[in-house]
């Protein structure tokens, strides 16, 4: 694998994690929506902490 196939690689598992974020953000807003006192919100935040982890040490592995 070339750096650049690299790279594009890189680039596709961040955009990804991106789009899996967004994706929990707005399930987190439903069921914050529906009932803001949801065990399902910590799962959630869980989730959401563990995607933002990934997002960043991809973003500082691409710079």
Same mark, same amino acid.
């Not at 989730?47 to 973003?59: F, G, P, R, S, T």
């Given at each position: 694998?070339?750096? $650049?196939?690299?790279d %594009?690689? %890189?680039i596709q598992k961040y955009e990804n994690l =991106?789009?899996?974020?967004k994706k929990l953000q707005g399930e987190y807003e439903n069921? %914050?929506?529906?009932d803001s006192q949801s065990a399902k919100l910590d799962k959630k935040v869980k989730?959401? $902490? @563990? !995607? =933002? %982890?990934? !997002? =960043?040490?991809? @973003?500082s592995n691409l710079s």
């Open positions: 694998m070339t750096h $650049v196939e690299y %594009k690689e %890189k =991106q789009a899996e974020y069921i %914050k929506s529906e989730e959401m $902490v @563990a !995607i =933002q %982890k990934e !997002i =960043q040490n991809l @973003a």
